[in-house]
Nanobody
Framework: QVQLAESGGGLVQAGGSLRLSCAAS????????VGWFRQAPGKEREFVAA????????YYADSVKGRFTISRDNAKNTVYLQMNYLQPEDTAKYYC???????????WGQGTQVTVSS
C-alpha cells in the first residue's frame, strides 16, 4: 500500500505562487494516474488536476486551467502542482491521490493547507 505525503502549502497573497509536492512511499507510484483535489471549509472536495500514466496527459478543472500546472518526477516518486496567480477562492486544503489502476482514487495523503489572502 502506498503512502502519500503532501507539502508546500502556506499563506500567500493574491497573485502569488506556491508549488505543492506529493511524495510517495513506493516506486510503483510512477505507474499510476495521480490527481490533486481540494476542499474548502463548508464545501465538497473538488477535482483540481490529474496526470496520467503512461503518456503523462494532464487534466485540469476549468477554474485552474492556465494558472496551475501538474507534473511528475518519476525518479523522485513525486508529483507537483505549480500554482500561479493564486486567488482567495483557491484557499482550501489540497490533497493528492493515486489511482488504483481501475479508475478510482484509492490512496490519499493527509493534505496541505493553502491560504490566499486578498
Amino acid at each position: 500500500q502506498v503512502q502519500l505525503a503532501e507539502s508546500g502549502g502556506g499563506l500567500v497573497q493574491a497573485g502569488g505562487s506556491l508549488r505543492l509536492s506529493c511524495a510517495a512511499s513506493r516506486r510503483t507510484f510512477s505507474r499510476y494516474r495521480v490527481g490533486w483535489f481540494r476542499q474548502a471549509p463548508g464545501k465538497e472536495r473538488e477535482f483540481v488536476a490529474a496526470i496520467s500514466w503512461p503518456g503523462g496527459a494532464t487534466y485540469y478543472a476549468d477554474s485552474v486551467k492556465g494558472r496551475f500546472t501538474i507534473s511528475r518526477d518519476n525518479a523522485k516518486n513525486t508529483v507537483y502542482l505549480q500554482m500561479n496567480y493564486l486567488q482567495p477562492e483557491d484557499t482550501a486544503k489540497y490533497y493528492c491521490a493515486q489511482d488504483n489502476g481501475l479508475g478510482q482514487y484509492d490512496y490519499w495523503g493527509q493534505g496541505t493547507q493553502v491560504t490566499v489572502s486578498s
